[in-house]
């Protein structure tokens, strides 16, 4: 079993910046992908970005430029520096995990981003 937390969210002003952090534990994995999603009130989940094992980096159109993923395979740990935040940033953001040779997905609880004045 792997247990994903996510931590770093918070109430930031336009144009701020924050950064989420996911840490996955658990008996011993290999790591494939992991990524950060969003869901706002009222609408679908949707992909922020991923990282893969070889550090390839997809970006949802809305946030490239702005937002950073990065990941620390040691600490089996994804970070998700966002900058220049907009209103429409907020949302819960939640963590996703996948293992080397295994469909399954794990996911965090989420942790909740409100960007406004």
């Known amino acids: 079993q792997v247990r994903v937390v996510e931590s770093g969210g918070g109430l930031v002003q336009p144009g701020g910046s924050l950064r989420l952090s996911c840490a996955a534990s658990?008996?011993?994995?290999?790591?494939?992908?992991m990524g950060w999603y969003r869901q706002a009130p009222g609408k679908q989940r949707e992909l922020v970005a991923t990282?893969?094992?070889?550090?390839?980096?997809n970006y949802a159109d809305s946030v490239k430029g702005r937002f950073f993923i990065s990941r620390d395979f040691a600490k089996k740990t994804a970070y998700l520096q966002m900058n220049s935040l907009k209103p429409d940033d907020t949302a819960v953001y939640y963590c996703?995990?996948?293992?080397?040779?295994?469909?399954?997905?794990?996911w965090g609880q989420g942790t909740q981003v409100t960007v406004s004045s």
């Open positions: 658990g008996s011993s994995f290999s790591i494939n992908v």
């Open positions: 996703s995990v996948t293992l080397v040779g295994l469909p399954t997905t794990y």
């Open positions: 990282i893969t094992r070889s550090s390839t980096t």
